[in-house]
């Protein structure tokens, strides 16, 4: 089922792969995912952000590792999404995934200049795949 492998991806980018069969690519995803978060210091950065120490959080953070991870994220999701059956319209049902890869991307290039705590980003990521898994739930 399309959701439940989107929402295992939402949760940990390869999962879904996982609850898929895809069981190399999941692993490939997770390590990626790992080296990404820890070598990005992502994890850290969310802890102050969401403790309200906005400025320390952007100090912390790798944008280096960190401009590659929003795009990574929607792209596991959607990858979930789109092998968990097959009939999908591959070019249709990626653009939600596109437009949130472009937000995520976008917030972290303008995280020191956008008042609100960088997390907020994310959590939009989120709702535009959301919206994406459920305009395509049919397919």
Same mark, same amino acid.
């Given at each position: 089922? !399309? ?28 390590v990626i995912e790992h080296f990404d978060n820890i070598?990005? !210091? ?12 906005? !400025?320390?959080?952007l100090s912390t953070v790798d944008f280096q590792y ?18 968990? /059956?097959?009939?999908?319209? /591959?070019? /249709? ?19 020191? !200049? ?26």
């Amino acid at each position: 089922m !399309r959701t439940i492998a989107a929402f295992f991806s939402l949760f940990m980018p390869g999962c879904g792969q996982f609850y898929n069969g895809n069981i190399f690519r999941g692993i490939v995803f997770i390590v990626i995912e790992h080296f990404d978060n820890i070598f990005g !210091r992502i994890n850290h950065a969310l802890y102050l952000d969401l403790n309200g120490y906005h !400025r320390e959080a952007l100090s912390t953070v790798d944008f280096q590792y960190s401009l590659f991870y929003p795009c990574f994220y929607a792209y596991c999701v959607w990858d979930a999404w789109f092998y968990a /059956k097959s009939g999908g319209d /591959k070019v /249709k049902s990626a653009i939600p995934y596109l437009i949130a890869a472009f937000t995520g991307t976008m917030g972290t290039l303008f995280a020191s !200049r956008i008042p609100i705590p960088t997390f907020t980003v994310g959590f939009v990521m989120a709702l535009i795949m959301l919206t994406g898994i459920y305009l395509f739930r049919k397919e």
